[in-house]
C-alpha cells in the first residue's frame, strides 16, 4: 500500500514535466495502474491463483504495473530504458533472474532509412491485440489470449513501413517471451491500417521451447461500425505436439467526451496444458466502463463471470475490478 502511494505521488510530479521535456532529445516518463479486485465469493482471499498475470491480489488496494523511464534521441539513433514494478512484473517476469524482473524496456533502435528500423534489446511483443499497459487496452482486465501469448520480447526487430497503412516486421528471438534463456525463434507481423480506421494484423512465432518446435498465430480485425462504436475480432492458434486456441470479441461505445463502455465475450482451450499451467476449456464475459477525469488520468471498472470445465482454483466468479490508470 505505501508503495503504491508512493509511486501515485512521484508519478503526478513527472507528468507535469513531460510536455516541456517533449522537444528535447532526453525525456522522463512515469506510468501507473492502481486496482482494487474485489471477490465477493471469498472475502478474506488475497493472493489469485498463477493462472492471472495481471491483477494478482484480491480484496486490497495494489499497484499492478508502475514504470519510471528514461529515452534518449539523437538523430536516427534512440535508446529506450524502464524499470517497473507491481503484480504484472511479480507474477509475468516470475521465471527470469531477479534483475531482469524489474525492467521494461532496454533497448536501441536505429532508423537506417525513413522506411526502415531496426531495434535491439528488450521490447514490447509484436503480437496480440493488448499491451502491458493497460491505457492501451480496450479492457481494465487483459483477455485470456493476452495472458497467455507474449507481452514482452528480447532479441533483434526490423520494420519496414513503406507508407502509413502498411507495416512489415521480421524479428529474431531468443525465445517465447524469454530475456535470460536463449531459445532461437523467429516472429513475423504484417499490418495494415486503411484510411477509415479498419485495422488488419497478423503476427507469427516459430520456436522450439523444449519440448518440441512452437508454432503459434495471432489474428485480429478492428472493426470501425460507426463514428462511435468499435469492435474487433481476436484468433489465436497454436501448435506444440497439440493444439491450442483462443477467440475474443470486444465491442466498445463512446458515450459523450469522457465515457466509454466495453463488452467482451471470450473463449480458450489449451487442454493438454501446452500454454497454461494446467489444461482447461474456459469461457468468460465482461463488462467495463471507463471515464477520462484528466487527458492522463482514466478512471475504470470492470465486471466480469467465468465459466470453466476443469476446477482451476480459486477461481472465483464473479468479480469486480476498479482501477485508476495514470499516463499513456
Do not use: C
Not at 516541456?20 to 489469485?48: I, T
Not at 524499470?83 to 524489474?102: C, H, K, Q, V
Amino acid at each position: 500500500m505505501k508503495k503504491l502511494v508512493l509511486f501515485l505521488s512521484i508519478s503526478f510530479g513527472i507528468f507535469g514535466q513531460e510536455d516541456s521535456l517533449s522537444q528535447k532529445s532526453l525525456q522522463l516518463s512515469a506510468y501507473a495502474e492502481g486496482y482494487y479486485l474485489l471477490d465477493p465469493v471469498d472475502k478474506l482471499a488475497h493472493e489469485r491463483d498463477p493462472f492471472f498475470y495481471n491483477h494478482g491480489r484480491a480484496n486490497q488496494l495494489d499497484l499492478n504495473l508502475g514504470i519510471l523511464g528514461l529515452s534518449w534521441t539523437k538523430g536516427p539513433l534512440s535508446a529506450q530504458i524502464s524499470g517497473m514494478i507491481g503484480t504484472y512484473a511479480r507474477r509475468n517476469l516470475a521465471n527470469e533472474p531477479s534483475f531482469w524482473r524489474n525492467v521494461f524496456e532496454l533497448n536501441v533502435s536505429y532508423r537506417l532509412h525513413p522506411e526502415w528500423t531496426i531495434i535491439a534489446g528488450v521490447f514490447p511483443s509484436h503480437i496480440g491485440f493488448e499491451s502491458a499497459k493497460n491505457s492501451q487496452n480496450w479492457t481494465l482486465s487483459r483477455s485470456l489470449v493476452a495472458e497467455y501469448s507474449p507481452y514482452y520480447e528480447s532479441g533483434l526487430s526490423l520494420y519496414f513501413k513503406p507508407n502509413t497503412a502498411w507495416t512489415f516486421g521480421l524479428f529474431g528471438l531468443r525465445g517465447w517471451q524469454h530475456i535470460q534463456e536463449f531459445r532461437p525463434a523467429l516472429g513475423t507481423q504484417i499490418q495494415f491500417i486503411s484510411s477509415k480506421s479498419w485495422t488488419w494484423n497478423s503476427s507469427g512465432f516459430i520456436g522450439n521451447e523444449g519440448n518440441g518446435l512452437r508454432l503459434f498465430h495471432d489474428f485480429y480485425l478492428v472493426i470501425p461500425l460507426s463514428s462511435k462504436i468499435k469492435t474487433v475480432l481476436i484468433s489465436d492458434l497454436g501448435y506444440q505436439n497439440e493444439f491450442w486456441h483462443g477467440e475474443a470479441l470486444m465491442v466498445q461505445a463512446q458515450l459523450g467526451g469522457h465515457w466509454k463502455l466495453t463488452s467482451r465475450w471470450e473463449q480458450f482451450s489449451d487442454p493438454d496444458a501446452i500454454s497454461m499451467a494446467q489444461g482447461t476449456y474456459m469461457q468468460s464475459a465482461s463488462l467495463g466502463a471507463d471515464y477520462k477525469l484528466f487527458p492522463k488520468m482514466l478512471l475504470r471498472s470492470e465486471w466480469k463471470i467465468y465459466h470453466s470445465s476443469t476446477g482451476v482454483s480459486n477461481l472465483h466468479s464473479p468479480e469486480y475490478i476498479f482501477g485508476v490508470v495514470l499516463g499513456k
